[in-house]
Every structure is written in structure tokens, then in C-alpha cells.
């Protein structure tokens, strides 16, 4: 059985690298285009899969050319999708996605498609039940609070990318054990004034084990309940920083099947998300397990100096 499965968002790509963002009603020529699968949840799992653990899908997908893509994708980097359902006359969740060179930062339009919503049934839900992790993302909501519930009732960590403040947050964030927010969520969801706030708050309010707050080229916060701890975001030369929290939440969840403490986790994440950074695609530039280790080991992270020994 897979350590990691995986409910939420699997996305249709398509990369445009430019020189800068371009102005209304003009034309411009793209220095590169390249098809890629996105979206948090599905990415995540992608990475989890690319650093080492067994790794599988949970969701949807359309028989059009985006869905055989996205499929095919997954499968190609040996994600399991023998719980992923494949239905006709859909349109997939799709997105455009231009990558600026001079700011390097990227800027998406998507359209979510019309595929019906995932259902549980008995083969997914026993693989929830004997996974160590369950990743959600805040879509597919109801199906992603269902499988929080099974996660929670059979020991199996949910570990919740809470990105975007999707309608019905309230329902997931509950049982989420290992939160891990943006800080524009976070801000935004609390109401606080700043990310140590923010983590607090969200740390008594929903009593996960642990709330790690991404905050992109500054790195992040950890909260334990006990005390705030920063990391740091490690660095890289951009060339791609689409979907870099996603591989960071796959990440995470790798580093928890390790048997990293929590704070270890946010080091080696921001690691991995660093350096997919330095390659076109988010599953693409994921790097392994041991180049990982390798870089952690050149920038002088001794807790991770074993790993290769």
C-alpha cells in the first residue's frame, strides 16, 4: 500500500517562459512553451513519489487530452492511480501559466472544468485507512473532509497544503494534524497581523500537531505549540517558481515518513522546493532524495550529514 495518498487538485499546465510580463492588447513571443501537471494536492504526491516513498492519487480525471496527459504524467514519475476514476465528455481543470524572467515570479489564469466530484468508495477509503499520510488541498472539499475523518478515526496524519481560502476551509481545518498555510491564507483566515499571530491563532483554534506558515523567498515559520522557529528558504537560481509550495507540502510529507521531526521537515523541504526551483515544471524539477541530501550537506546543514555516510 502507498505511505502517502493524495485528495485534491490535479491541473493541466501549459508554461509560457518571458522576458516580462506583457502589457494589455499587445503581442509577444514566448521564449519556450512546455505542457506540465499542476495543481497542489496531485504535485505534492508527484514528489513524494520522485524522493522515494510509495505514493497514490486519489481523484478524478477527464478522458480529454489534458486528463490522458495528467494521467500519464503521474503514472511516468510512479505515482499509483489505481484510485483514480477516468470518466468521458468532460473537460479537464486546466491553466495557463506565464513565467517571467525578469521578475522571476509567475502569474496563472485557470478554468476548473466540469468534472462530477470524486466519491469515496470502498477501495479508497481502505487506502486512506492503511496509508501513513493523506494529503488534501482544499478542493474536491467534501471527498477531502470525508477522508480526513477515516484519516483521523485510523491514525493515518492529515496533512492539509492550505493554500487558497477555499469555501468550506472551516470543515477540513479541523482535522488537519500537520497544517501547513501560506501566509497570505493565514493572515487572511485569522485575521491576524502577522504570520507568528496567525500561527497561533490557527495552532489554538484547530489543534493540529504542528502549523508551518510558507512565506515563498523569506522561507517560513514553525509552530508546535511550544515555540516559533524560522527556517530558512535555501538558495537557488529561479527559473521556474511554479508550484514550488506544492512540492514543498510532498515534500513534507516524504520527510514525515522518514521519521524527521517536524523541524527537520521544513529544512528539507525548502530545500527540495529550492531547487525544483531551478528547473522548468513543477514535477519535472523535482529533484532525489540524494541530491537533496548532497545540497543540504554543501550549505552546511550538519543534521542531514549522515544521511550519506
Not at 488541498?137 to 484519516?151: H, R, S
Not at 483521523?152 to 477555499?166: H, M, P, R
Request: charge should be negative; glycine fraction near 10%.
Amino acid at each position: 500500500m502507498s505511505k502517502v495518498v493524495g485528495i485534491g487538485a490535479n491541473v493541466y499546465d501549459t508554461l509560457y517562459t518571458v522576458p516580462n510580463y506583457p502589457t494589455e492588447d499587445t503581442k509577444m513571443r514566448a521564449e519556450n512553451s512546455v505542457a506540465a501537471g499542476g495543481g497542489p494536492t496531485a504535485t505534492g504526491i508527484v514528489a513524494v513519489s520522485k524522493l522515494g516513498a510509495e505514493a497514490a492519487y486519489i481523484g478524478v480525471l477527464a478522458d480529454d487530452a489534458g486528463g490522458c496527459f495528467l494521467k500519464a504524467d503521474m503514472e511516468k514519475y510512479g505515482v499509483s492511480t489505481e484510485y483514480t476514476d477516468v470518466y468521458s465528455g468532460y473537460a479537464s481543470f486546466s491553466s495557463c501559466i506565464w513565467l517571467s524572467r525578469e521578475a522571476k515570479s509567475r502569474t496563472c489564469v485557470f478554468f476548473r472544468g466540469n468534472l462530477p466530484a470524486l466519491k469515496l468508495d470502498e477501495k479508497k477509503i481502505e487506502a486512506i485507512k492503511n496509508a501513513e499520510i493523506l494529503m488534501v488541498d482544499g478542493n474536491e472539499m467534501e471527498a477531502a473532509v470525508e477522508g480526513a475523518k477515516i484519516a483521523n478515526d485510523s491514525g493515518t496524519k492529515v496533512l492539509y497544503d492550505a493554500g487558497g481560502l477555499y469555501e468550506g476551509v472551516e470543515k477540513l481545518l479541523p482535522h488537519a494534524d500537520i497544517l501547513i498555510p501560506s501566509e497570505e491564507f493565514s493572515l487572511g483566515h485569522t485575521g491576524a497581523a502577522t504570520a507568528e499571530d496567525a500561527a497561533k491563532i490557527l495552532f489554538d483554534k484547530y489543534s493540529p500537531e504542528v502549523v508551518v506558515i510558507t512565506q515563498g523567498k523569506k522561507g517560513g515559520i514553525m509552530y508546535d505549540g511550544k515555540e516559533i522557529k524560522s527556517y530558512p528558504a535555501t538558495p537557488a537560481e529561479v527559473i521556474d517558481s511554479n508550484g514550488a509550495g506544492d512540492v514543498f507540502h510532498g515534500a513534507f510529507a516524504f520527510a514525515v515518513t522518514k521519521g524527521y521531526d517536524y523541524y527537520k521537515a521544513c529544512i528539507f523541504s525548502s530545500a527540495v522546493s529550492a531547487l525544483k526551483c531551478e528547473k522548468l515544471g513543477a514535477r519535472a524539477g523535482v529533484p532525489t532524495f540524494s541530491e537533496v541530501i548532497k545540497y543540504l550537506k554543501e550549505l552546511g546543514f550538519d543534521e542531514f550529514k549522515e544521511e550519506l555516510e
